[in-house]
């Protein structure tokens, strides 16, 4: 399994964001993935969720801003960032919901990108 997200970067507040997520191997299998971050000092937290049929969840703090989607490769997750406000600000990792575990039950993160806005 391997799990890579980019787009990350600085952005004023009030601006757009719109990151992507490769992902291979035996995690293309499950039913939904999902977009989670954390923010410095913060536990990480799902914002978002796509199931296989397309069916979106979104935390209530991003909810109209934020919307996920996937690739027509169905190996690829979008997260698209609007409205980004300084609270967004956090490393952003795409993971399966629940999240991938290896045989030992260790979960397994793959590379996130950060997100700066700025006030």
């Known amino acids: 399994v391997q799990l890579q997200a980019s787009g990350g970067g600085l952005v004023q507040a009030g601006g757009s964001l719109r990151l992507s997520c490769a992902a291979s191997?035996?995690?293309?299998?499950?039913?939904?993935m999902g977009w989670y971050r954390q923010a410095p000092g913060k536990q990480r937290e799902l914002v978002a969720a796509?199931?296989?049929?397309?069916?979106?969840n979104y935390a209530d703090s991003v909810k109209g801003r934020f919307t996920i989607s996937r690739g027509d490769a169905k190996n690829t997750v979008y997260l698209q960032m609007n409205s980004l406000k300084p609270e967004d600000t956090a490393v952003y990792h795409c993971?399966?919901?629940?999240?991938?575990?290896?045989?030992?039950?260790?979960?397994?993160w793959g590379q996130g990108t950060l997100v700066t806005v700025s006030s």
């Open positions: 993971n399966s919901v629940p999240v991938w575990a290896s045989g030992s039950g260790k979960a397994y």
């Open positions: 796509i199931s296989s049929g397309g069916v979106t």
């Open positions: 191997g035996s995690i293309l299998r499950v039913n939904v």
